[in-house]
């Protein structure tokens, strides 16, 4: 089994910064494209940002130039700084990974349980 743990999210004012943290652990062999999914409320889930194994990088529009994704692979995890909050960013924030796992030798998609992101104006 694969988990992934989210950390960073928070209240915060419109214009401020918070960094999320996602960590995966269990039976990996490799991960591929992890990224970040948020969800507003009384909406659907949608894509933030993805960082594949060699750097590639996919934001929404409404997060470029705002929102840096960026991974560690030697220790399994990803990063988003956000930047220059606004209220309409207010959403629980998923973490994604593409996993390559020991036991099944399959490649899954994974989630974490969410973070819960809020930006008062």
């Known amino acids: 089994q694969v988990q992934l743990v989210e950390s960073g999210g928070g209240l915060v004012q419109a214009g401020g910064s918070l960094r999320l943290s996602c960590a995966a652990s269990g039976s990996i062999f490799s991960i591929n494209t992890m990224g970040w999914y948020r969800q507003p409320p009384g909406k659907q889930r949608e894509l933030v940002a993805t960082l594949g194994r060699g750097g590639v990088t996919n934001y929404a529009d409404s997060v470029k130039g705002r929102f840096t994704i960026s991974r560690d692979n030697a220790k399994n995890m990803v990063y988003l700084q956000m930047n220059g909050l606004k209220p309409e960013d207010t959403a629980v924030y998923y973490c994604?990974?593409?996993?390559?796992?020991?036991?099944?030798?399959?490649?899954?998609?994974?989630w974490g349980q969410g973070t819960q992101v809020t930006v008062s104006s």
């Open positions: 994604n990974a593409y996993v390559l796992t020991r036991a099944t030798t399959r490649w899954s998609d994974y």
